[in-house]
């Protein structure tokens, strides 16, 4: 058993009440190698902004949880070494799909887990939520919920439509289960494929999609049940038409992948969304990069020479995400 605390993380809790009152965003950018974690740290230390590194059980079997968990410790002391004083840097399980996934995670050193429990029958998310909620905070560990069932595929959970959170629910949910926060469903989707053309219109100068606004009508009903719960976004990529562009550019096919546009997820951010997931913005622009020096410089086969600079334009990305849509630069000084 090792405590967060031991490896200098810290848990969700103060970090969302500061969000909340504050009206901006934590980033919770998932990782699964090395490059994606220098870049969050980089862009994290160089802005002062708390951040969310997520392991998913995808990344957790890729890359090995002991590896992982070693090297979120390793990075605390990097954000540490770049001049980050107090670096506020939360180890989370994301997508949790069992009360032993969570229990390991927690016993292991994660400072948050999420239950995702959200395909399950109501009263069985309950029942499985409140465990994983039990055992966790003996050990100051804070817990995510899910309510709702996002469209796509939440690891081996897969669903073709979208079923938004129903905001009556939300309030027995939150009081019988102890969560600390709470995903909900209001359109957003994972991957980059987040509305087909149909339920999109297209710009007629560009020619791109303009994909249908989210369901605020149901984030205001939660809030209203719920004042100042913590409400977190899953899905919440943008799928940025550059790196999307430079993909196809360069050899990849990736046609009419659309995602949530900035200025929705801005005004998620400044309510009582205080946790954004993103994750296939970094995949977008890790492969973009990658693309590119292998179609522009065949000869390259130093791992360096390419996965620098998808390091670098990870970092430009996860920057930007902290400055113009979360707003939580300078909120971890
Ligand atoms: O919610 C899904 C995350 O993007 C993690 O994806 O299961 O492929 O690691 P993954
Ligand atoms: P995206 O696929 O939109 O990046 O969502 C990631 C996510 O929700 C991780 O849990
Ligand atoms: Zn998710």
Same mark, same amino acid.
């Given at each position: ?11 969700? %809790? ?6 909340? /009152? ?10 699964? #190698?090395?490059?994606?974690? &220098? ?11 708390? !951040? @969310?590194?997520? !392991? =998913? ?15 979120? &410790? ?40 999420? @239950? ?26 804070? !817990?995510?919920?899910? +309510?709702?069932? +996002? ?24 009081? %019988? ?6 995903? @909900?469903?209001?359109?957003? =989707?994972?991957?980059?494929? *987040?509305?087909?053309?149909? &339920? ?37 990529? =943008? ?8 993909? #196809? ?20 951010? *400044? =309510?009582?969304?205080? *946790?954004? #997931? ?18 522009? /410089? ?12 998808? %390091? ?6 996860? $920057? ?10 300078? $909120?971890?000084?």
């Amino acid at each position: 058993m090792v405590s967060f605390k031991e490896l200098g993380l810290v848990n969700t %809790r103060e970090m969302f009440a500061k969000a909340i /009152k504050g009206g901006y965003a934590i980033p919770a950018f998932n990782f699964n #190698n090395m490059e994606q974690l &220098q870049a969050i740290i980089k862009a994290a230390a160089e802005t002062k902004s708390p !951040v @969310i590194l997520q !392991v =998913s059980k995808g990344a957790r079997n890729y890359a090995n949880q002991t590896l992982l968990r070693y090297m979120a &410790q390793g990075a605390v002391e990097y954000a540490k070494e770049l001049g980050w004083e107090h670096p506020q840097i939360c180890l989370h399980l994301d997508h949790g799909d069992s009360f032993e996934l969570c229990k390991s995670c927690v016993d292991f050193g994660f400072s948050s887990v999420m @239950i995702d429990a959200s395909s399950l029958p109501y009263e069985e998310n309950i029942a499985l939520t409140k465990k994983v909620v039990d055992y966790a905070h003996q050990f100051d560990v804070t !817990v995510e919920a899910e +309510l709702g069932v +996002l469209a796509g595929v939440e690891d081996e959970v897969a669903s073709e439509v979208s079923h938004y959170t129903k905001p009556e629910e939300v309030v027995d949910f939150a009081t %019988r289960t102890g969560c600390d926060s709470l995903a @909900i469903s209001i359109g957003t =989707s994972h991957g980059a494929y *987040k509305f087909t053309p149909e &339920q999109c219109t297209r710009d007629p100068k560009t020619g791109r999609l303009v994909p249908p606004p989210l369901a605020f009508d149901v984030l205001d009903a939660v809030m209203e049940k719920l004042p100042g719960f913590p409400i977190v976004l899953h899905g919440s990529s =943008s799928v940025p038409q550059e790196y999307v562009d430079m993909i #196809n550019k360069y050899g990849g096919k990736l046609p009419d992948a659309v995602g949530i546009p900035e200025e929705q997820l801005r005004k998620a951010a *400044k =309510s009582a969304v205080c *946790k954004i #997931n993103i994750d296939s913005d970094s995949r977008l622009a890790f492969t973009a990069a990658v693309r590119k020096v292998f179609a522009e /410089k065949p000869a390259e086969f130093d791992p360096r020479k390419y996965c620098g600079p998808a %390091r670098d334009l990870m970092t430009e990305l996860y $920057k930007h995400k902290i400055i113009n849509v979360l707003g939580s630069d300078g $909120k971890a000084e």
